[in-house]
Structure formats: C-alpha cells, structure tokens
C-alpha cells in the first residue's frame, strides 16, 4: 500500500546560477518544496522567475548549482548524466508544450521509446505501449505517424509516452500551449483522469484558467517560491 | 535494443533518399566495387595461367632449351640481359647434343619461328603472321590438336614438302566461306598447300597460335631462316616432374662438355620451364595485390569522409530528436551506439553495393575475355569488414558529437 501523505519530491535550498559573460544570472536562488504522492500542482510565475529552470531540476534534465534534491527517496543532486538519464527514464513521464514526438516513427513506436531504452523486450514493449495508447483514447490510431494526427491527439501520444514506463511524476511543460481552448479542455480531462487514478502530476503554466485545474499552485517570481495556494482539502502546502 | 533501432533508423534513411545516399555511398561503392573487380579478376587470371596457359604454351613435364630467356622477370641485371645477348645461337649440332643427352625422352622436338609481313589466298590476305618451322613431333609436344584436316606428318619433314597447317585466325581471314584444305596459300614468293586446321587457342595471352602457321622444319630451314644451321628451340617433353628434373641436369651438363665450359662460368644457354613463367606470374600478381591496399584505401577514406560528413549533417537536424530520446531516458552510450550504427549499416550498406557491382564486373570480364571470374569468399569477408571498419570509424566523431548534446538545450532546438 501507498502511503497517501508520502513525500515524493523534496527540495532544500534549490540554487542554479548560470554564468553568462561578466554576469552571474541566479535562475532560482534558493527553493525548498515538497510534493506528495498523487499531488497535482501548477508551477507559475512570469517569465524570467526560475520556472522552466526548477522544472529541468526536477526533471532531472539539470543539476542544481547548490541544495539538496530528493526524488522518491533517492538523493538525485549530485548524479553523474546517465545516472540522471536512468531516473528520468523510470521516474519521470515529460509532456511538453510543442509535443516532441519523433517525426518519422508512428504513435507507437514513439510510446515504445522509453521502455526501448528501459532494455524491455520487444513483445512486453509492444502490449504496454498499446495498452498507453488505449488509456488516452488512440488505440485506433498506433500506426499513424504525428503528422497524420491532430494537434490533441499528438499531446495524447506524448502523454501514453509520459506514461509507458509508470514514473513517479508526470511533468507536464504549458501542455496546452500549443492547443487551442477546446483541446486544450481535453487534455486537462486526461490528467484529471489520470490524477484520479493516483498519477502525481506537475504542470508549468502561465495561464490561470488551466492552472484552475490543479490543486495546488505554486508561484515563482525572481528565483524564488512566492506563494503557495492549496485549493484542495488535504493538501500539504509549503515547506 | 538501440543497435537494431540504429540500423532499422539507417535503412530507413537509406530508402527514403535513395538518391542522396547514392551520392554518400558512392566512395566506398567505388572502392569496394573496385577491391572485389581486381580481386576476381587476378583470381580469374591465376587460374586461367596455371591451368591453361602455362600448360599450353609449354606443355606439361616439358623444357626447352633457348639461346636466352624470353621472359623478362624485371629482376635480372641488364649486364646479365647482356652476357646472354653475347649467347651463341643454337644449331643443329646442338639438337643432337640434346638428343643423345636424354634417349628416354617422350617426345623430343626442335623448331625455329619469325613473324612474316603477310600470307594471302588469292585476293585476300592476312598481316604479320609467325610462321613456325617445327620437326617431326613438334605439334605433338605442344599439344597442338588440328580441327580440320590433318597435322604435319614424318614424311612432309623428310621430303621437304610445301605443306602448312594453319592457325583459326588465318583460315577465317583468308577462308571465310570455303574449305582452306587443299588450297595453295602465298608466304612471299612461295606457296603452301594446306593440309590442316589448328583448334582455335583463343585466350588472352596466349592466342600465337591462331596466327600461326606451321610449316615443316627442313622446309623453314630453306626457305625462311636467315641461316640455315641456326634453331630457335630445342624442347624436351618427359613422363614426370622428377623425370624432367633429372632431364634438365643432363642436357645442362651435356651441353656444358659440350661447348667446352668451364666450372663457375655461366651458361651460355638457357634453360626454360613452365614453372618458371609462373614464377614471373606470381610474381605479378604480388605485386597487383600489394597495389590493392593503396587504390582501395584512398576510395575508401574518401568514401569515410563523406560519410562523416552526411552524419554531421544528419545530427545537426536531429537535435531536438536527440533530445527527445535524451529526456526519456536514453544514455550517452545509447545516441552514440545508435549513430554508430547507422553509419556502420549506411557503409555496410554502401560496400555490399560494392560487392555486387564488383562481382558483375568480374561476370562481365568473364563474359568478354577467357578469363574465367573467380570471387575467393574471404574477398566478400574482407570487403564487407572493410565497409563495417569505415561505417564506425567515419561514424564516431559524429556519434559523439551526437551523444554529448545537452538535453535541455537539445530539447528547444528550433
């Protein structure tokens, strides 16, 4: 059994800076939160607050200047690259704003790469990418390739892809960016579904009606967490 | 798992532009192509000399017996080239010298040649012809077999008879729809009846023989030699190779007493076998395999860097891709094998082309010529690990540059 308030993302003074030039940009100066399992949380801020830069942290694309970063228990700070490549593969399901899916396979094959590189046999691989694609309603479309797909459908195969492998969180990045207000309802109806069924979901937005979705929202500006808001009961909130 | 994932990606490509990946094959096609054209070909050639020429030039257990060597084997001195420039022409003093020096021999011949301008059948006639004064049992010892007709007889050499037989090439060119048995044909101001046909030699190095014509030797010795003692060879054809060995020590010696030598003076004479042309062949064709590498090898780096290059290329438009696989999990090790592999299999795929066209080549060659093509299987494995060896090697700088992209940086690569 899972325990319901087990913490599943941990940070302590969560640093990044990067150098450019003469200049020292802090991109987050310093961000302690935690998130819980099954949590679904709303990252904002304006541009230039850190967000995308605490998303590829906890996305385990980057490594933190300074502070601690524990994922489902594991210290991930000081991870070498393919150390960090192995978490994102199990841990971490990204949907991104412009999709990502690779041109020239078909929704199938682009489910089936992540457990590709999990080292799934090709027969597992298969049933458990079908099965993904069923889940977000496209098990009649596993042989078309993106560009023969809707703007929501290619978000959906991104979405079976986040999934494929059962991470730890799914990390979504302005999933609905690129859809316009009638799709982009159709994929907040999936993560609600997936939340519903125990997904943990963090999801960086800058438009309110589609962080009025999640439970929680976390706020950025200047590098720093500015504000917690839990709209829902029995959500932990702030450090 | 990403290795057939590379090689699945590479074929992919490869089919898709068909065209392009013409164009970045076409180095290690042409090199491959080329390796497995000259390999077949000399392999092909080998055979058709160890097999047919040598055998039919001087017949097999035979040696003959020349004022100096015929074949240049490149190596000797021109002093030496010299020394036997001084050698004494062979006479018939010499033939019966040989003659007595081995009474065991199996057929024993001598015979004197020189080309002639022209030999014409009424109106038509043929240029440069050889004509061959041969004793009795010349043919024989060559292996000469008529086609039509019959072959020179003890009888036309005793009596001095104007009779020939002649070559394929002659009887086509002066008889192209007639019998040539029976006819009277013109060498200069004398005329030949011809009695005979030789088979057709065909061959690349060795058709003399359709251009020749066989006459009788005490008929040459009249009518042709510009001295009438004089003889061009004096062969000797034995049962055995340990026969023959033996043999030539004895004439060697005979002919030494002879001409009163003394020990340690060179002969001045010369000894030729058939194992000695094929000595000169092998050592021909060392040297066509020591040229091999070179040739091969520019193609083939030539071919690599162009390959490098449509790799760069085809990383530089698959960064985000890269990225993508990068953010689902995909190690360093993972984008490199899979680059890796698909130069490997773009080359593999570029040097079995090679293979084939190689090998028509040598089909054709064999198709035209009487070489007979021969593919040695190791030739296809060393082509094909050649090809491997090029994928990787061209495939790694790219590979790298692959695997090291950044995945956030990848990620928004536009």
């Known amino acids: ?239 | 798992m990403y290795l057939l994932e590379g090689i699945r990606l590479a074929l992919q490509q490869v089919w898709a532009h068909k065209l392009k990946s013409a164009f970045t094959l076409i180095g290690v096609i042409i090199g491959i192509m080329f390796l497995i054209a000259v390999i077949t070909i000399v392999e092909g050639m080998n055979r058709y000399v160890q097999e047919d020429f040598a055998g039919s030039l001087f017949g097999v257990n035979t040696f003959s017996v020349v004022r100096r060597s015929n074949i240049e084997t490149g190596e000797e001195s021109s002093e030496r080239r010299r020394r036997q420039a001084r050698n004494p022409y062979l006479t018939m003093h010499d033939v019966e010298t040989v003659r007595r020096a081995v009474p065991d021999a199996w057929r024993f011949a001598y015979s004197d040649d020189r080309y002639f301008p022209r030999v014409s059948f009424e109106d038509r006639s043929r240029r440069n012809v050889r004509i061959v004064g041969g004793s009795e049992d010349y043919e024989t010892l060559q292996g000469w077999e008529v086609e039509q007709g019959r072959g020179l007889s003890p009888l036309d050499e005793r009596r001095g008879l104007p009779v020939a037989v002649i070559g394929q090439e002659i009887a086509q060119k002066l008889f192209p729809d007639e019998t040539p048995l029976g006819k009277r044909i013109r060498l200069g101001p004398r005329r030949f009846e011809v009695v005979g046909v030789w088979e057709k030699q065909g061959g690349l190095l060795g058709n003399i023989r359709d251009a020749s014509i066989l006459i009788p030797f005490s008929v040459y010795r009249q009518s042709f030699s510009r001295n009438p003692n004089r003889v061009g060879s004096i062969s000797v054809k034995m049962r055995t190779a340990e026969e023959m060995d033996v043999a030539m020590s004895e004439v060697e010696a005979a002919l030494r007493t002879d001409r009163q030598l003394r020990p340690g003076e060179e002969n001045n004479f010369w000894l030729e076998t058939s194992s000695e042309l094929l000595d000169v062949w092998d050592r021909i064709t060392k040297i066509l395999f020591a040229a091999i590498p070179g040739l091969v090898s520019i193609s083939l780096i030539v071919g690599g860097i162009v390959i490098m290059n449509i790799m760069l290329l085809s990383v530089a438009g698959r960064i985000r891709e890269i990225g993508i696989r990068k953010a689902v999990g995909a190690r360093r090790r993972d984008i490199l094998i899979q680059f890796l592999a698909e130069s490997s299999t773009l080359s593999l795929v570029g040097a079995a082309i090679g293979v084939l066209l190689g090998v028509g080549l040598g089909k054709g060659v064999q198709a035209f010529t009487p070489l007979p093509a021969s593919v040695p299987p190791w030739a296809i494995g060393v082509a094909l690990v050649l090809g491997l060896g090029v994928g990787v090697a061209s495939g790694i700088y790219p590979a790298y540059r692959a695997a090291k992209q950044d995945p956030i940086v990848a990620l928004r690569y536009e």
């Open chain 1, 1 to 239: 059994m899972r325990q319901i308030n087990e913490i599943i993302i941990e940070t302590r003074g969560l640093k990044k800076q990067y150098v450019m030039g003469a200049e020292t940009i802090h991109a987050l100066a310093g961000v302690d939160m935690k998130v819980r399992r099954n949590e679904y949380i709303a990252i904002m801020g304006p541009s230039g607050s850190g967000k995308s830069t605490l998303m590829n942290l906890i996305g385990c694309l980057d490594t933190p200047s300074s502070g601690e970063y524990i994922l489902n228990g594991t210290p991930v700070q000081d991870l070498a690259d393919d150390e960090l490549a192995r978490i994102r593969n199990r841990e971490i399901g990204f949907v991104f704003q412009t999709f990502n899916l690779l041109p020239r396979a078909t929704a199938l094959h682009n489910v089936e790469l992540p457990l590709i590189y999990a080292g799934i046999p090709s027969k597992e691989r298969h049933a458990k990418a079908m099965a993904a694609l069923e889940r977000v309603d496209l098990g009649d479309r596993t042989h078309h390739k993106p560009n023969e797909l809707s703007g929501g459908q290619r978000q959906r195969v991104a979405i079976a892809r986040a999934l494929v492998n059962d991470p730890s969180i799914l990390l979504a990045d302005e999933p609905t960016g690129n859809l316009d207000s009638k799709t982009s309802a159709e994929i907040m109806a999936v993560f609600k579904e997936l939340h519903d069924a125990g997904q943990t979901i963090i999801m960086v937005t800058h438009e309110h009606d589609i962080s009025d979705h999640a439970e929680r929202v976390v706020t950025l500006r200047d590098g720093l967490i500015e504000s917690h808001d839990a709209r829902a009961d029995g959500v932990y909130a702030g450090a």
